[in-house]
């Protein structure tokens, strides 16, 4: 089962645009992560925030955590055509005994980025 | 500085068939986790493997096994393959069997006739 949904599930704007795609997740969190994946191929690791953070930035990206809402949100700005890919949120669950949890999946949002 | 390497690339298979996917981590890396992504959805969590053992299992059946060998590479194995099992198999490497910052690699696409 999915842990998180991305929401829209597609996007298409035009390149210079900015790009919002939102994640909800159901449990408390360690942290959640971001990652893309272009056209069915590997996916790759693109920002991680950590329950106690609210914010964070990484070039023309910017995730926000709203863990009352057990929601996130990723912002890319200034689009570009190669932005265009599959978009996940990944969350690791807290664990009051600490030790390991496994990483769960959304859905994805799917970006298209027209030049 | 190789990345994590899988193969084969593609493979068709038949339902009732047995297939043997290979996964090799990015350098320094001693943990391998092995996902299902069917087509449109996100990848789901088949197990890990650290130390040569497996260490954490989503909601596979027992059809779905692994090793691990002691340079950290892996294999994923299914056995009685169903239409069902026709998906993306993904390879991720990681440190300390964290799932922080996974290293994905390409992926193997299975297709079961």
């Known amino acids: 089962s999915q842990q998180g949904e991305e929401d829209p599930q597609a996007l298409s704007i035009q390149e210079g645009e900015n790009a919002t795609m939102n994640c909800s997740y159901k449990?408390?969190?360690?942290?959640l992560q971001w990652y893309r994946q272009n056209s069915g191929r590997g996916l790759v690791h693109l920002i991680l925030?950590?329950?106690?953070?609210r914010e964070k930035h990484s070039g023309r990206l910017r995730v926000t955590l709203d863990t009352s809402k057990k929601s996130s949100s990723l912002l890319i700005t200034a689009s570009r055509a190669a932005d265009t890919a599959s978009y996940f949120c990944?969350?690791?669950?807290?664990?009051?005994?600490?030790?390991?949890?496994?990483?769960?999946f959304g859905t994805g949002t799917k970006l298209q980025v027209i030049p | 500085d190789a990345g994590v390497t899988q193969s084969p690339t593609h493979l068709i298979k038949t339902r009732g068939q047995q297939v043997t996917l290979r996964c090799s981590p990015k350098?320094?890396?001693?943990?391998v986790s092995w996902y299902q992504q069917a087509l449109g959805q996100g990848p789901q969590f088949i197990f890990q493997?650290?130390?040569?053992?497996?260490?954490q299992r989503g909601n596979f059946p027992d059809r779905f096994s692994g090793h691990q060998f002691p340079n950290y590479s892996s294999e994923l194995n299914v056995n009685a393959l169903l239409l069902g099992d026709s998906a993306l198999y993904l390879c991720?490497?990681?440190?300390?069997?964290?799932?922080?910052?996974?290293?994905f690699g390409p992926g193997t696409r299975l297709t079961v006739l």
């Open positions: 991720a490497s990681s440190r300390d069997r964290s799932y922080n910052e996974q290293f």
């Open positions: 449990t408390s969190i360690n942290n």
């Open positions: 925030i950590r329950s106690n953070e």
């Open positions: 990944a969350t690791v669950p807290f664990l009051n005994s600490g030790g390991y949890q496994k990483v769960t």
């Open positions: 350098s320094g890396h001693d943990t």
């Open positions: 493997y650290y130390e040569e053992e497996e260490r």
